[in-house]
């Protein structure tokens, strides 16, 4: 297959540039992938499959960067969608929709008594920790070193236009050391209101990394001895690994958890889900918005986490992913690489350990791998649908072969 090339692509970049700064901004902007090899601008999907504007077909691994989860185009919650739209889907209050996602939601999250939507999941982050705050009347919120919660002015991870003062109540610990997490809590005696963590550590361009036993059970135990709120970053992961949330995999129950990313597969809502002892802290914080009531994507999550559950997606998710970790992993040995896969097998990413941090080989294998039809992103981890089939892995692993061997060339190993 002659790999791809991106001119219709290219010529909208520069299109862009001159009325958008950039072009593109954020984490969909082209730097942050291998030059030439990558389209900036799509055109359609269906189920694991997207096709750029130059008519390129590609497997998909990254969902749009998470919200994919049942695959592009999905009849079931499309069609919800659209019964909603023909009613119409922002008024001057919401719709039957919001009374019943809300339910939804609580009935399949242990923990949870009560919801709260909005639109993205830095929304939701940043409205737990205002929560936290209200319900314990203390300043500070600690996170964990590197984590990313969003774009808000407490959490972004650049700080570009944003004052020291904005970030003097945020603390920081390790992920998977309760010790520095009870130093923190010990050095700031009665400031900490809550605790923020995902469920996993998954970091831009770093190796994933899973919670290590005790580690949650243990951070559970600090918040509860210090009165402090516990909140669960669930907005990657949530959807992806357990229909319950994330906490319910890995152990971890908190008080406050954050949903965003698949929860409609691809239509714009997040949430967040809070306990009965949180209802009056909730009330009082104000959190309003123009969209967040809108209904047909809430007619889309109420379609999408019944479909989710129903097809078994998450056990599809899984099973893929080591099907697909099983057969890169054998490829690099063949190819005499050392590679790191870490992750959930829903949730994968790979490095190269001879990159050293410097991402230089994995950016030439991810390139390689888009120039040839299989959409990986080498800074971020991977996605894999429930659309997924046995022939997309079969067909995956012929381009990584050769991705594989054209890396080797290419560094002269």
């Excluded at 993205?120 to 982050?125: F, K």
């Excluded at 390689?368 to 981890?381: D, K, Q, S, T």
């Excluded at 649908?385 to 054209?406: C, G, M, N, Q």
Aim: one cysteine or more; hydrophobic letters at 40%.
């Amino acid at each position: 297959m002659k790999p791809y090339t991106f001119e219709k692509s290219g010529a909208l970049l520069e299109r862009a540039k001159k009325v958008v700064p950039a072009g593109i901004y954020g984490h969909l902007s082209p730097v942050l992938l291998t030059r030439g090899a990558y389209p900036s601008f799509f055109s359609h999907g269906n189920g694991s499959h997207i096709w750029d504007v130059d008519g390129n077909e590609y497997i998909d691994y990254m969902c749009s960067y998470g919200p994919i989860v049942l695959g592009h185009h999905h009849p079931k919650v499309d069609e919800a969608a659209r019964r909603q739209s023909e009613r119409g889907n922002c008024f001057n209050a919401p719709t039957e929709a919001w009374v019943e996602l809300a339910e939804h939601l609580v009935s399949i999250t242990p923990f949870a008594d009560w919801t709260v939507f909005a639109k993205n999941g830095s929304d939701v982050c940043t409205y737990a920790t205002e929560v936290a705050r209200a319900a314990t009347g203390r300043p500070k919120i600690a996170k964990c070193t590197g984590a990313y919660h969003g774009t808000h002015s407490w959490c972004s991870p650049l700080t570009n236009g944003i004052t020291p003062e904005e970030r003097e109540n945020v603390v920081e610990f390790r992920f998977n050391d309760l010790e520095s997490l009870r130093k923190v809590i010990d050095e700031n005696p009665g400031r900490i209101a809550g605790v923020i963590v995902s469920p996993f550590k998954h970091d831009a361009s770093h190796d994933s990394e899973l919670p290590a036993e005790g580690f949650f059970s243990g951070m559970r135990q600090l918040c509860d001895a210090n009165g402090i709120v516990l909140i669960l970053d669930d907005v990657r992961a949530g959807f992806r690994l357990h229909m319950g949330g994330s906490g319910e995999l890995f152990g971890l129950k908190p008080d406050l958890s954050a949903y965003c990313k698949a929860i409609a597969n691809g239509y714009p809502i997040s949430a967040c889900v809070g306990r009965e002892s949180l209802r009056e802290a909730a009330q009082q914080v104000f959190f309003t918005g123009s969209y967040f009531s809108a209904a047909v994507p809430m007619a889309a999550a109420l379609a999408n986490l019944k479909e989710l559950a129903a097809s078994g997606g998450i056990e599809r998710m899984r099973v893929s992913g080591e099907k697909l970790r099983t057969g890169m992993l054998d490829q690099a040995r063949g190819a005499r690489f050392a590679v790191t896969w870490s992750g959930p097998p829903a949730m994968p990413y790979m490095t190269f350990k001879a990159d050293e941090g410097k991402h230089r080989r994995i950016r030439h294998f991810c390139g390689e791998c888009a120039r040839n039809g299989v959409y990986f992103a080498p800074l971020h981890n991977w996605f894999v649908s429930a659309a997924i089939t046995d022939r997309d892995i079969a067909d995956t692993l012929a381009v990584t072969e050769k991705a594989f061997a054209s890396t080797r060339q290419a560094f002269g190993e």
